[in-house]
């Protein structure tokens, strides 16, 4: 046994002296957001980074792919649809390059049998891992997928690890705790196209069929677990099936950076519905249909209606690295596309959104520019340029001017760390008009507050031309009310959130959706700790979180509200739009 496995072995022994509870690692919207920042994203294997340096023989067999798969030990590991592509979106999403494999035991007592070879059944596969798993020798696990019969990629094991505490897979997920406590880190070397195309998709996978490789029809391939490929003549098959592939993937993953999107709105309405977010799928078809034409994107509607989150799950879902700014009224060229500005006492030339974006896009295999309250910027300040650089609806045009690019060149060193790589990546990516051309699956997203698509207008109709406008709107108000009861169990305070939103209803005025969630829950906490009645809870939190977000409501629209709030009997409402909107006055007094 080596050291190694003495180590494993010892920290078991450990293990079984206390209890050993697996705990669901949080996988929400700010932990995904720092994986994305940390290691870049997918298609992404152009980023692949280990988290510690190689051994040197590790670099020279992917130096020499075509030897090191002839000199490899092979290990098919099956497993269904559901677990490869929670292994491959780790793959493309956590860590660039690197995925895991698992052993399924329940207990820690099944792991150790492995270790000391007690155990009796399939253990001979594991136990020949560990004999054999020394340096020298490349141990190359193929991914195979048994409904399928095919397989899908395949990675070398470098290192073997034991985690009791961290849910990966579907099926642990399922049951809420760690089943495959014993890993295998593998590097990528290679992942069928099918499967990068569409990691969340296991329908649309391919693969190399079992089928297409005679030798292995009378090999017995187990559908689950790892499996020893020791017969020669289907090593020799097997091998010559992938070595072609592992040797091409290589070679184009450390050499090519993504220029286009596989735009695929299911993918999109599956993030949101694995973050529990609602958006009427509709929306979320036309939006990602309208990039997939080659259009940028505005989302327009009510404030809380998840604008923001979907230009974000948009990106993540296939992901593309969310750039995200907020467009303020002091926007102008240099905070958009760049430009001089003075900083420690010198003038330099600072990138904007624009540009950082582009040179993300080519640095990071993919990226997505969010501007979120995109009317609030001056639009003839801001953008006039970016007219310029997408005057066409054909993302084949799409380029930096070089004008532009010859004003970063004077500035010599005195430019930022974006403007230096645009001037580099400028180099080697000229557009036609001799710029630097923009990828072709490049996007914008904007999102915009609005109660009202005339107030579109206010950004002009030369800006609007850009863009493709999608109004994300609320879901039907039994589908509202099914939501909002996860954050309450108080049917009175139900009863009269159901009032309050058939009464806006009838005036025609719309609260989104997560603006009404922060209200339940504010109303919620009013009853639990001051035990007031329903009708005051309420009041109170309307005040609080909803009628401060009424900016964008015409006075009109404003007197409606507030003469349903005076139906309702919410005094402190009806007082707040007095105070946050004193317009509110003189509507209802040309009203009467």
């Given amino acids: 046994m080596t050291l190694t496995m003495l180590f494993i072995a010892e920290a078991l022994r450990e293990g079984l002296r206390r209890e050993n509870p697996g705990f669901k690692k949080d996988n929400g919207t700010k932990e995904r957001k720092a994986y994305l920042e940390a290691y870049g994203n997918p298609m992404g294997l152009t980023l692949q980074r280990a988290r510690f340096k190689f051994a040197p023989w590790i670099e020279e067999w992917l130096r020499n792919p075509e030897d090191m798969v002839d000199n490899a030990d092979l290990w098919f590991s099956g497993g269904n649809p559901e677990n490869w592509s929670c292994s491959i979106k780790y793959a493309l999403y956590k860590e660039p390059g690197f995925t895991y494999w698992g052993v399924r035991h329940k207990e820690p007592e099944d792991v150790l049998s492995i270790l000391t070879g007690t155990r009796r059944g399939p253990i001979p596969h594991y136990k020949a891992l560990f004999k054999t798993y020394a340096p020298k020798t490349p141990h190359i696990v193929i991914f195979y997928c048994t409904q399928k019969s095919a397989i899908i990629g395949c990675g070398l094991i470098v290192s073997i690890e034991l985690n009791w505490h961290e849910i990966l897979w579907a099926d642990e997920e399922r049951e809420d705790r760690v089943l495959y406590p014993l890993r295998f880190r593998l590097y990528i070397l290679w992942l069928d196209e099918s499967v990068l195309n569409a990691p969340a998709d296991p329908e649309r996978w391919t693969g190399l069929p079992i089928s297409s490789i005679p030798s292995l029809e009378g090999y017995a391939i187990k559908p689950l677990g790892l499996q020893h490929i020791t017969k020669e003549e289907a090593k020799r098959d097997v091998k010559n099936a992938i070595k072609p592939h592992i040797i091409s993937f290589l070679q184009r993953r450390l050499l090519e950076r993504r220029a286009t999107t596989t735009w695929n709105p299911k993918l999109a309405f599956e993030y949101l519905q694995q973050k529990g977010v609602y958006i009427p799928e509709e929306a979320v078809q036309l939006a990602v249909s309208a990039l997939a034409a080659g259009r940028h994107l505005l989302l327009i509607g009510p404030p809380g209606t998840g604008k923001t989150t979907l230009a974000l799950a948009i990106a993540e879902a296939h992901g593309l690295i969310p750039i995200m700014y907020t467009a303020t009224s002091e926007w102008s060229r240099v905070d958009l596309i760049g430009g001089p500005t003075f900083h420690g006492g010198e003038v330099i030339w600072r990138s904007g959104a624009l540009l950082e974006a582009v040179v993300r896009y080519y640095e990071e295999n993919g990226s997505v520019l969010i501007i979120d309250e995109f009317n609030r910027a001056n639009m003839d300040r801001a953008f006039g340029e970016f ?140 009853r639990e700790k001051s035990n007031i009645d329903p009708s005051r809870a309420l009041d109170l939190a309307i005040a609080a979180q909803l009628i401060p977000q009424l900016e964008g409501l015409s006075p009109e629209e404003l007197r409606r509200v507030q003469e349903l709030f005076k139906d309702m009997g919410y005094e402190y409402a009806v007082r707040a739009i007095e105070g946050y909107f004193p317009e509110v006055k003189y509507a209802v007094e040309s009203s009467s």
């Fill in 387 to 526: 007219l310029t650089i997408f005057s066409t609806s054909n993302p084949e045009e799409w380029e930096i001017p070089e004008t532009i690019m010859m004003e970063i060149k004077s500035y010599g060193e005195k430019v930022d760390d974006w403007a230096k790589k645009a001037l580099e990546l400028w180099e080697e990516h000229k557009g036609r008009h001799g710029g630097l051309k923009i990828p072709e699956g490049f996007r914008v997203i904007g999102t915009m507050n609005t109660y009202d698509r005339r107030y579109l207008f206010t950004v002009g109709y030369a800006l609007l031309r850009r863009f493709a406008v999608v109004e994300v709107s609320n879901p039907e108000l039994e589908i509202m009310m099914n939501i909002l009861r996860n954050y309450t169990r108080d049917e009175d305070l139900m009863e009269q959130l159901r009032n309050l939103l058939e009464g806006l209803e009838r005036r025609e005025v719309k609260f989104g959706i997560a603006l009404l969630i922060d209200t339940v829950k504010h109303a919620a906490q009013l």
